[in-house]
């Protein structure tokens, strides 16, 4: 990736994967940005249905299989392919958080504040885990979840690297028959696992951190990406997708806002939630790439605004949920929410806006200051090495390339927007 400013319109991306991406970060923004003490029935019910904007975290995940194992199988073979990877996603993910987490964990606890405990609970041993992307493991076996605010959401990059760490090798050894039965595996093992940990009645944040809990959501992506690779590309999927979607969709309606029993609700939303969630945005992802030009889905998420957050989607991640606790926490309190007919609503979307723009702000300096200098540094190492132009007798060499779900089926069209 250049050190510029990255444009939508670049060859070779697809519009619609930095929109889904946009959708998932705006998601999650929102769900913590909701802050608002509910005075009527329809905050409450706003309340509950805003749980599951949480789960942009899952089409996180989705998106994450899909484009790395893209990335992955296409580079199978070509020179320097594990050492590329690696490097490649070293430059992506660690720079940023390891600067966030220096600012969190050495620079804030020397200042003090009123969160200055919390903050200093980490300390020792206890920080080696979130320098070495195993933060999920301490929140849920050792310190007991979600405690320091700043750094919590560290829990999600740490399941993705673990995943960026072995699933290299698996894609390096296996074919891509074996590699979709592998998915396939990897399902029931993520569901398998939250289904355990409820009926054992362990702490249901271990459905949420654990990352043999979800992996089904990353192996949902990477079976979509490897059906992109076939005989007919993934085209073929999209007339299912949409059927999936709106079943999809109608079951997580079921779950997090329809009536049923309270007991039955409580077991199925850790368990069987995630894996529904996992396929309706498996679904949205299909409609996104594989009809770009004409799907309603896939243009409405090419809109500029939602690319625009997608664009700057990592270093909104980081910076978001610390930025708004700073400004509900001092300048625009629940307690202070205008209200219209009883409900703090209208206060609720103000704070959403006062709390966004900063980030983005944030984001935006990142981007250009910190984050695409360092990316530059990609291209001394080629996500796909091109090809020898000649086999070394004189005979020009040919490399195939995978049919992909795309008309032109262009090489690499879906290796694309990971790479931010």
Known sequence: MPSAEPSPAQHGRVVALDGLRGL????????????????????????????????????????????????????????????NFYVRRLLRIVPLYYAVLFAALVVLPCFPHPKLEKWNFLHGFDQVWYWLFLSNWS???????????????????????????????????????????????LVVVGLGTRLAVVLAGAPLVWATLLTPARVDTLAIGAWIALAAR??????????????????????????????????????????????????????????????????????????RGLVLFGVYSYALYLFHNPIQAVIRDTLFRPAQFPTLFGSPLPGQLLFCIVATLPALGCAWLSWRLFEGPILSLKRYF???AAPAPYDGQGRERVRSVPPLALEAAEPGKFSQAIDR
């Open 230 to 303: 076939g005989g007919s590309g993934i085209a073929p999927l999209v007339p299912a997708a949409r059927r999936v979607a709106v079943l999809a969709a109608a079951c997580v309606l079921g779950l997090y806002a329809g009536p049923g029993d309270a007991k039955l609700l409580a077991f199925l939303k850790p368990t069987v939630g995630p894996s529904v969630l996992a396929v309706l945005y498996g679904a949205l992802l299909v409609l996104a790439a594989g009809n770009q030009s004409r799907g309603l889905v896939a243009r409405m998420l090419s809109h």
């Open 24 to 83: 998932a970060i705006l998601s999650v923004m929102l769900f913590h940005q909701n802050a608002m003490i509910p005075a009527t029935a329809f905050d409450r019910e706003l309340n509950r249905l805003a749980v599951v904007l949480g789960s942009g975290v899952d089409l996180f995940f989705v998106l994450s299989g899909f484009l790395i194992t893209g990335i992955l199988y296409d580079a199978k073979g070509a020179a320097h392919y594990y050492r």
């Open 139 to 185: 929140m849920a076996l050792k310190t007991g979840g979600f405690r320091h605010g700043v750094i919590d959401l560290s829990w999600s990059l740490s399941i993705e690297e673990q995943f960026y760490l072995l699933w290299p090798l698996v894609v390096g050894w296996l074919d891509r028959r074996s590699l979709v039965r592998v998915c396939m595996a």
């Open 382 to 384: 080629p996500a796909r």
